[in-house]
T-cell receptor
Framework: RKEVEQDPGPFNVPEGATVAFNCTYS??????FFWYRQDCRKEPKLLMS???SGNEDGRFTAQLNRASQYISLLIRDSKLSDSATYLC????????????FGAGTRLAVHP | GAGVSQTPSNKVTEKGKYVELRCDPISGHTALYWYRQSLGQGPEFLIY????????DSGLPNDRFFAVRPEGSVSTLKIQRTERGDSAVYLCASSLDRSDEQFFGPGTRLTVL
């Protein structure tokens, strides 16, 4: 089993739609999680951190289910500018953040 | 302020050649990381520096790969006897300290012919 698994998509949604991505992880000891956004041919950028049950930032909501070892990202009222790849990231603790990335879920928002 | 910079942005080389990829971290960041991203995959950890020392090089795929950070700032990733399978985007990231947010550079796209 991969350490971090995501549905690769693509998710093709119209503007204004609500879309959700799921991510499962294998290390039950992981305490914190991240969602990164990566635009085509660009570097990954931190979108949200998830430290407890969840986190909300405007149209974006991240939720954590430790019992089932999955993290979700919900995007409400999708914009064209949300089109990107969303990477689920689980740091391996050990004195520093060794980031383990999922393969990413591609989102395409169309007019 | 200036972010993480990487040079060159693109590198095309022939199989068997030696290449060096450079990373300039954000000023004052003590932690530096190298990742490799293949097409359709997420970045894969290669090596982590805290200051001048390589604190974790467990992600380097084999002994053809080596990285240095002699003065605790700029880092160079060196690949000997390149193979076609080394083709990927090599990303560098830095963080203020080891548990802080990592900021990524734009990457170097390496193509081995």
């Amino acid at each position: 089993r991969k350490e971090v698994e995501q549905d690769p998509g693509p998710f093709n949604v119209p503007e204004g739609a609500t879309v959700a991505f799921n991510c499962t992880y294998s290390n039950s000891a992981s305490q914190s999680f991240f969602w990164y956004r990566q635009d085509c041919r660009k570097e990954p950028k931190l979108l949200m951190s998830v430290y407890s049950s969840g986190n909300e930032d405007g149209r974006f909501t991240a939720q954590l289910n430790r019992a089932s070892q999955y993290i979700s990202l919900l995007i409400r009222d999708s914009k064209l500018s949300d089109s990107a790849t969303y990477l689920c990231v689980v740091p391996l603790s050990g004195g520093y953040n060794k980031l383990i990335f999922g393969a990413g879920t591609r989102l395409a928002v169309h007019p | 302020g200036a972010g993480v910079s990487q040079t060159p942005s693109n590198k095309v080389t022939e199989k068997g050649k030696y290449v060096e990829l450079r990373c300039d971290p954000i000023s004052g960041h003590t932690a530096l990381y190298w990742y490799r991203q293949s097409l359709g995959q997420g970045p894969e950890f290669l090596i982590y520096f805290q200051g001048t020392g390589a604190a974790d090089d467990s992600g380097l795929p084999n002994d053809r790969f080596f990285a240095v950070r002699p003065e605790g700032s700029v880092s160079t990733l060196k690949i000997q006897r390149t193979e076609r399978g080394d083709s990927a985007v090599y990303l560098c990231a830095s963080s203020l300290d080891r548990s802080d947010e990592q900021f990524f550079g734009p990457g170097t796209r390496l193509t081995v012919l």
